[in-house]
């Protein structure tokens, strides 16, 4: 049988080598030129020793700042076609086992944050299962490749989890084909930005509230019947629970009803092991943000009103989903953490 840990531990020796000064070279000649295109993948993060699950310093520092270029792309949006591409650790994230062996879901896997808690989770040690819509297949077909090259299992889940059936379908065959559930992680979401709320027609309020709310709600429902003590829920809320911008009132009042719900939940679940946690991103450079989720001619400006002056990396969020799953996170539940920037969030 094979020992995760160890396969976790050659996936981070690997990881390592690419992030040592032979990296350009090593990479470019070594068919990972797409890692190395993708933003602050390079240059300094030569010299710096490198931590496990961080970015280098050297490298957060490079990240791009605005102006960006005007983009917008029909909605769910596919990587690919984001300029800059986003960084979602292929180059820098180091596993050291902390999730051995371990069975996660993540709706939203295919791009943005999920994908890159799913590339650290299971550069970790776990196995996952992503949910995503079937127009990202060529998004969730990438994390496939990430999650296989770490030698974990990749269980691809199509479809739209604004039905209850299929929410129930999904956490089934997830828990199925990965052999069990121990890790669920609730972040898929819809934003849809409209300047009044005379704008937000009932059936894009329905929309917005089916998927950030309602399927949480059944995903989460049709798990826990399979989720033994030790498990971990981890569901992304945002910086707009705590400060709602005017533009997303709807997708704004979702992400404060998933903070609650994730604070009352783990009250409810301490006493079966389950702790339940959530992770509050600020502005962060995603396919959401360019198909509709912010207005297209402020987009250029993204994160540019944060302290940091920038909006941040899907990468930058991975360490938070890892820690919060990590068992020895033993005493932490009920509890949001943020990523923020600089300003606001939890
Ligand atoms: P993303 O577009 O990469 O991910 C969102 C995913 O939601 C999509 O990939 C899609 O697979 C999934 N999705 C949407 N509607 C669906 C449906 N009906 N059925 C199935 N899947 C559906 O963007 P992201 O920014 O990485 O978003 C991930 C999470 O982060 C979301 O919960 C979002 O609210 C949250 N968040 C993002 C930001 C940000 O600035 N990008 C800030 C705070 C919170
Ligand atoms: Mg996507």
Redesign the pocket.
Known sequence: MTDPKSKAHDGAQQRDELTTTTVSRRALVGGAVAAVTAVGALPAMAQEKHQPGAPTSAQSASYPKPPFPKQQQP???L?AKMTPR?DHGEASYRGSGRLAGRKALI??????????AAIAMAREGADIA????PD?EP?AREVGEQVRKAGRRFVAL?????SEG?CRKLVADAARQLGGLDTLV??????ISQKSILDISSEQFD?TL???LY?MFWITKAAIPLLKPGSAII??????AYDPPENIID?AC??AG?MNFTKGLAKQLASMGIRVNG???????????V?G?QEPEKLPE??SDTPMGR??Q?AE?APLFVALADPAFSYTTGQIFGAVGGRGGP
């Open positions: 909605w769910p949006g990587t986003p709706t939203g896997g295919d791009s943005g944050i999920g994908r890159a992503i949910n995503y819509l990202e998004d199509p479809g739209d989890i604004r299929f609730n972040n898929a979401a819809r934003q929309t089916k998927t950030n399927a569901n992304t809320t945002s910086v707009v997708y979702t992400k998933i992770v509050a991103p600020g502005p962060i450079w995603t396919p959401l943000q198909t989720g993204f994160g909006p941040g899907p969020l």
